[in-house]
Every structure is written in C-alpha cells, then in structure tokens.
C-alpha cells in the first residue's frame, strides 16, 4: 500500500504523486529532518511481497475494536463516545477484504499513554488509545472510540495540531502498508495545521471523516464515515 512505484500489474493503478504530500513541509518543521535527502528508487514488488508473510492479523481479540472497552482497568474512559466506522477499496472501487487496520489516538485531554509526551493533561487509567480490527468482505471496518482532543507540539508558536486518530493498515503481506490519520469536520484548527495543509489542496478533504447519522446510535455515540482509497487518482493522503 506505500509502495510509490509505477508497476504495471494487472488491477493496478500507477501510484499518483500528485494526491500525497511532499516529504519536506517548510512549515512542518521536523519533516525536512524526518525525510530522505535524495529521490526515492521505486522498487517493484514481486509476487513474494505481495502474497506474504502476514502480519498479525490472527492476534486481533474480540474487543480490540473497541477503545472505550479494551483498556478499561476500574471504570469507564473519560469524553465523548464515538463510532468511527468505513470501507477500504482500491482505485477502481472495489472493496478490500483481510486488510488489518490498527488506529492510536490521544485521549479527550490531548494525551498520549507514551513517555514522550510531556503535554501536562492528564492521562485517562482507563483508555489504552490503540485498537486494531480486520475488514470483513465488503472491506468494512468499525471502531468505537473516544473524540481525540487537540493538544499542542511546538512546531511553532502556539501551535495545537487538531484533533485527529492516526490508521495503520497492513494488506496481503507486512511490506503493503499505508499510514495516514484522519480529522473531524468543521475543525477551526485545521487551516493552521501544516502537516494538513501540506496536503495538495484538491485531496486534504480526503483526510477528513464525513459525520454520518446512520453510523450514529441513538443515545450512545455520533458516527463518522472515513473511507480508505488504497492508489489512483482519489487515494487516500499517506505518511511518507
């Protein structure tokens, strides 16, 4: 899935650079030292790194999906209850099965449980912020989570990235894997946010989950639809 080479396999388009974002952001700061100082050399895949080994998808648990249940030690977790839920397909539509996807998030204070975060909101005991599921036939996945609140990460003054879960998905083998994250709507913060802004113009709303009332339940949690387009001319924006 982040494989940036413009092989000619039958059921699949050439990779589009003009949908992803450049390595190097002047105004994400970090990137320039996070990317490569050379072009990339397109590797095509051959048919061993295509078909396997896979990559955890038999450790996946019945409540893996669920974050507002799968690090719960002596209560529930704090903020608001959300469904987040889509379909994985490639460039032609259609949908893809067996694709693991795992997601990580800060909590509704804007905290990660990692020790590099030195934010001082406080961390949740009661929420893990990772999940993982395995799409079923239609390519579908779901999550029930916690909103991510937005927290601030020094990129420049008073910056605050918007609230956002980050996606990892592995395809038929570990060496297919595309990384992105996604937004909410309506978001005052994401025209101040580089690492989405460095996003081409007409594919950065790609990024961002569309509220959606037939995902949401009644009384429990609003729904949000963030489907996951794998190459060609809609592919969903991916983390180099």
Avoid at 99 to 106: A, P, V, Y
Avoid at 111 to 128: G, K, L, Q, S
Wanted: one cysteine or more.
């Amino acid at each position: 899935m982040s494989d940036t080479s413009s092989r000619d396999l039958p059921g699949y388009a050439p990779f589009d650079p003009e949908t992803q974002p450049n390595w190097v952001v002047p105004d994400y700061h970090s990137s320039a030292s996070r990317s490569p100082g050379r072009p990339a050399i397109p590797l095509v895949q051959t048919l061993s790194e295509l078909t396997g080994p896979v990559y955890g998808h038999g450790a996946v648990q019945p409540l893996d999906h669920d974050l507002t249940r799968n690090g719960v030690t002596d209560g529930a977790p704090l903020g608001e209850r959300i469904i987040v839920t889509g379909q994985v397909l490639d460039e032609d539509g259609r949908a893809q099965p067996d694709t693991l996807i795992e997601i990580w998030q800060c909590n509704s204070a804007g905290r990660y449980i990692h020790t590099a975060d030195r934010h001082d909101a406080p961390t949740d005991p009661n929420f893990f912020g990772g999940g993982r599921c395995v799409t079923d036939e239609q390519g579908r996945y779901r999550f029930i989570t916690i909103k991510p609140a937005a927290y601030p990460w020094g990129n420049h003054p008073n910056a605050w990235r918007p609230a956002h879960i980050h996606f990892s998905l592995f395809g038929p083998a570990f060496v297919t894997r595309l990384v992105t994250q996604s937004y909410f709507p309506g978001d005052p913060l994401l025209a101040h946010d580089p690492i989405y802004m460095g996003t081409p113009v007409p594919f950065r709303d790609l990024l961002v989950m569309d509220y959606d009332p037939e995902v949401t339940e009644e009384g429990f949690a609003l729904g949000y639809r963030f489907d996951i387009v794998l190459r060609g001319r809609r592919a969903t924006p991916l983390e180099d």
